[in-house]
């Protein structure tokens, strides 16, 4: 199979769509990002790589960013993690508030605002300092030493970030924050402001295709329960409320952010990501998804 023409058939097919999302205007620093760019990455288990269009340029992963402090977290708390986020799909949109209120403060699942507060909260708790060990994390993962936080969102995001604010303070009402607010926002924000590119996110998440192993390192991240656990849960949850679409058209375990990013895993084969800013209702990247689609479409590979 050739997958770098897949990929290239893939970026012309997926060319229509750039016009018709629109990008995260409620960060202004995300507001900025031209709708237009579109890059995808594939990296499979045995080490064999496959670009096109912008997949080595760097933008925010924004909600991306909870499968790495998901996985920490576990880490860290084990199954008493549980005990504080559920694990099913919320069916309201990734930053209500409403669904908090009615369920006494215990976020549906961890890929939502809400749940990755309680999840940041966890590690704040375990770790002098969360923010820092999570680029550590991330920069092992892929190998890069020079990823880092874009600070111009994470600071653009604390001046708007309002929603998320009154959220983490609910969350303190219920007693499911141990830390002050303002610590784990402030961990959770640098958090989402990381930049990568598809081609790195790819090297990052690959460790959920190849039974907890990072290839990059040779090192165990998790063990393969746990695995099976992170990729239910990107199935069931990872892209907000559109979770049974993604599933519909990609069938595949994957994480969106609103910086326009998806990364997808197919446990045993490969990660991918697709990157294209404009987003669709949900804060999908429109582009992203087609793309993902598509590909799982041409190859015939999908976890179904």
């Known amino acids: 199979m050739d997958i770098q023409k897949i990929l290239e058939e893939i970026q012309s097919e997926v060319q229509p769509l750039l016009a018709q999302g629109r990008v995260a205007r409620y960060i202004p620093e995300l507001a900025a990002v031209p709708a237009d760019k ?14 096109v269009g912008a997949a080595r340029e760097r933008f925010s ?5 909870k499968i790495f402090t998901l996985t920490m977290a576990m880490q860290l708390a084990g199954d008493d993690l549980w005990q504080r986020v559920g694990r099913e799909p919320s069916g309201n949109p990734f930053n209500s508030l409403v669904q908090l209120e009615y369920e006494n403060g215990k976020p549906r699942n961890p890929f939502i605002n809400a749940g990755a507060l309680v999840v940041t909260d966890v590690i704040l708790s375990h770790l002098d300092d969360a923010t820092q060990t999570v680029r550590d994390i991330v920069r092992a993962l892929c190998g890069k030493d020079d990823i880092d936080f ?31 607010p303002e610590r784990v926002l402030d961990a959770y924000f640098h958090h989402c402001s990381l930049a990568m590119s598809c081609l790195e996110l790819c090297e990052a998440i690959l460790f959920l295709a190849h039974n907890g192993v990072a290839p990059v390192s040779g090192d165990l991240v998790m063990t393969t329960n746990q695995v099976k656990y992170v990729n239910s ?12 679409d993604f599933a519909y058209r990609v069938g595949l375990p994957g994480k969106s952010g609103v910086g326009g990013g998806i990364a997808a895993i197919m446990p045993g084969h490969f990660s991918v990501c697709a990157w294209s800013p404009g987003l669709d209702t949900s804060g999908n990247s429109l582009a992203g998804t087609k793309a993902l689609e598509l590909l799982t479409t041409k190859t015939g590979i999908s976890v179904f």
């Open 61 to 65: 992963i924004q909600s991306i960013s």
């Open 150 to 180: 874009d600070l111009s969102v994470a600071a653009s995001e604390q001046e708007t970030g309002h929603r998320n604010k009154a959220m983490a303070h609910f969350l303190k009402s219920f007693g499911n924050l141990d830390n002050a």
């Open 233 to 244: 849960l990107l199935l069931t949850c990872g892209t907000y409320d559109a979770v049974g």
């Open 38 to 51: 579109f890059g995808m990455a594939l990296r499979t288990v045995d080490g064999a790589t496959f670009t």
